[in-house]
């Protein structure tokens, strides 16, 4: 089945500063690359997702790229803001032949904290 | 609208006690996940239904784990004799219909410890 790994498990940066979150995936036929935050206590949120037919996604300060020769995908955040802080999942999903119903494979996250 | 809810948010079991947990997904979702969050880890798939219908319970860790949905709404899923390692929050998401194009909205979770 899909192997995602997700680095680095910890990030601090400062306010202003920009973030990177890697992932890299195992499965070829992985096609749709979501990434969620999760807040202490709180419900994972989608924040950006990408699919295969596309290298990059930007989303005001979120950005996401996708490299599918070398699977590995990362999440960048410019700006960064103290609410950034929080918990942030990348995941991969494929399509399984006529039973694409989107299960997710998750990495491990990545603690983000954001000095002001 | 209201979204995702679980019950009981918190649940503390005595190890070998059974317990049944709470999914409410949003109204006219076609799909329902389970999976489940170890303390530091990311959530891992446990089951999926699709209306009524189970059509995956690949994740499921053991025998002692029954998820059910018989009205196609409504979810529950069970542990039978549970135990330390079952400990972590279970998270239900729903999604309209089925396929990657939709969003998976999550629930809050229940976390279950077992002691």
């Known amino acids: 089945g899909e192997n995602v790994e997700q680095h680095p498990s910890t990030l601090s940066v400062q306010e202003g500063d920009s973030a990177v979150i890697k992932c890299t995936y195992s499965?070829?036929?992985?096609?749709?690359f979501p990434w969620y935050k999760q807040e202490l206590g709180k419900r994972p949120q989608l924040i950006i997702d990408i699919r295969s037919n596309v290298g990059e996604k930007k989303d005001q300060r979120i950005a996401v790229t996708l490299n599918k020769t070398a699977k590995h995908f990362s999440l960048h955040i410019t700006e960064t803001q103290p609410e950034d802080s929080a918990v942030y999942f990348c995941a991969a999903s494929r399509s399984a032949g006529g039973t694409s119903y989107g299960k997710l494979t998750f990495g491990q996250g990545t603690i983000l904290t954001v000095h002001p | 609208g209201a979204g995702v809810s679980q019950s009981p948010r918190y649940k503390v079991a005595k190890r070998g006690q059974d317990v049944a947990l709470r999914c409410d997904p949003i109204s006219g979702h076609v799909s329902l996940f389970w999976y489940q969050q170890a303390l530091g880890q990311g959530p891992e798939f446990l089951t999926y239904?699709?209306?009524?219908?189970?059509?995956?319970k690949s994740g499921l860790p053991s025998d002692r784990f029954f998820a059910e949905r018989p009205e196609g709404s409504v979810s529950t899923l069970k542990i039978q004799r549970t135990q330390q390692e079952d400990s972590a929050v279970y998270l239900c998401?729903?999604?309209?219909?089925?396929?990657?194009?939709?969003?998976?909205?999550f629930g809050p979770g229940t976390r279950l410890t077992v002691t």
């Open positions: 239904f699709q209306n009524e219908a189970q059509l995956d």
């Open positions: 998401a729903s999604c309209l219909l089925p396929g990657q194009s939709y969003e998976q909205y």
């Open positions: 499965d070829s036929a992985s096609n749709y």
